[in-house]
């Protein structure tokens, strides 16, 4: 069974351009999450699916980011445009409940923004 | 405002021996706690797991400690060998939320030496 996969693994990308990563969660998860880590911090929470609704976006920074889980499948998160602060590494997770399941993460997309 | 914290950045042990990972926590509607381990270049992976209304919960060379009073909980991992040498992420997650965030601590760099 495929896991949590992630597109792009790395992307370099200049301060005021547009990027969008994408997750497909593990078949059959209906929750879907997207966290980020920054410059060797802790991972922080950004947002939550439950299929195609967000359930729960406190975490998300601010209006450049924009998650989407059109048909309750694969997520994207568009940033736009990036600032040089969005540098990091955006992991994405699925579940399938939410009370005591374990929830799997995806190997992250590095994002670099210069 | 860091609800879940792990004070020591990084523990280096010698292989066969014990390995105590800590962690704290300051919100009391925490009721699930969750150990991650996470290698170079991978997302994390979950490792193990304990509900608040436990003290312990072992699986195998791994075994989590939960002390609610004192709101801590240790991850000790008995024999280490040096393929347990990765980053080491404390979660937390509330309860009474239909949310499945998961607060992490800053993590913890095992190294475990040959």
């Known amino acids: 069974e495929a896991g949590v996969t992630q597109f792009p693994s790395h992307s370099v990308i200049e301060k005021g351009q547009t990027v969008t990563l994408r997750c497909d969660p593990i078949s059959g998860h209906d929750n879907l999450y997207w966290y980020r880590r920054v410059m060797g911090k802790e991972i922080k929470f950004l947002l939550h699916?439950?299929?195609?609704?967000?359930?729960?976006e406190s975490g998300m920074p601010n209006n450049r980011f924009l998650a989407e889980r059109t048909g309750g499948t694969y997520s994207t998160l568009k940033v736009q445009p990036a600032e040089l602060e969005d540098s990091g590494v955006y992991f994405c997770a699925s579940s399938q409940g939410v009370s005591g399941n374990t929830i799997y993460f995806g190997e992250g997309s590095w994002l670099t923004v210069v | 405002d860091q609800q879940v914290k792990q004070n020591s950045p990084s523990l280096s042990v010698q292989e066969g021996r014990i390995s105590i990972l800590n962690c704290d926590y300051t919100n009391s509607m925490f009721d699930y706690f969750l150990w991650y381990k996470k290698y170079p270049a991978e997302g994390p992976t979950f490792l193990i797991s304990i509900s608040s209304i436990k003290d312990k919960n072992e699986d195998g060379r791994f075994t989590v400690f939960l002390n609610k009073s004192a709101k801590h909980l240790s991850l000790h991992i008995v024999p280490s060998q040096p393929g347990d040498s990765a980053v080491y992420f404390c979660a937390a997650r509330y309860g009474s939320s239909n949310t499945g965030k998961l607060i992490f601590g800053q993590g913890t760099t095992l190294q475990v030496k040959p």
């Open positions: 699916f439950v299929k195609e609704s967000k359930q729960d």
